[in-house]
Nanobody, 124 residues
């Protein structure tokens, strides 16, 4: 059974930092691109950042570029999202997703497996 479990969300003040983790099981992790998306109530789930399966190539949305960093540890089957200089507009539920292969995508339909999400709230 393929499973993604996010952790690390919470409440933080503007300017602060959080690191999200996503532990994967039941899949060949190192051969899958991994992505992070976020969603606020009433809006679509938006792309944040993604990392390729083995080369470590990344793609990041302009809204978080320079503040958020994605990384992965293939030995631990885990992908991370380091979020610095957080802003109130970063408040959302953050979802981890696994693609079907090693190539990254910024589109939701590029990912077939999703985690349950973790809430990030940034206070002003």
């Amino acid at each position: 059974q393929v499973q993604l479990v996010e952790s690390g969300g919470g409440l933080v003040q503007a300017g602060g930092s959080l690191r999200l983790s996503c532990a994967a099981s039941g899949l060949a992790f190192s051969s899958r691109a991994m992505g992070w998306f976020r969603q606020v109530p009433g809006k679509e789930r938006d792309f944040v950042t993604a990392i390729s399966g083995s080369s470590g190539f990344t793609k990041t949305a302009d809204s978080v570029k320079g503040r958020f960093t994605i990384s992965r540890d293939n030995a631990k089957n885990t992908v991370y999202l380091q979020m610095n200089s957080l802003k109130p507009e970063d408040t959302a539920v953050y979802y981890c997703a696994a693609a079907g292969g090693p190539r990254i995508s910024s589109e939701r339909n590029g990912y077939g497996t999703w985690g349950q999400g973790t809430q990030v709230t940034v206070s002003s």
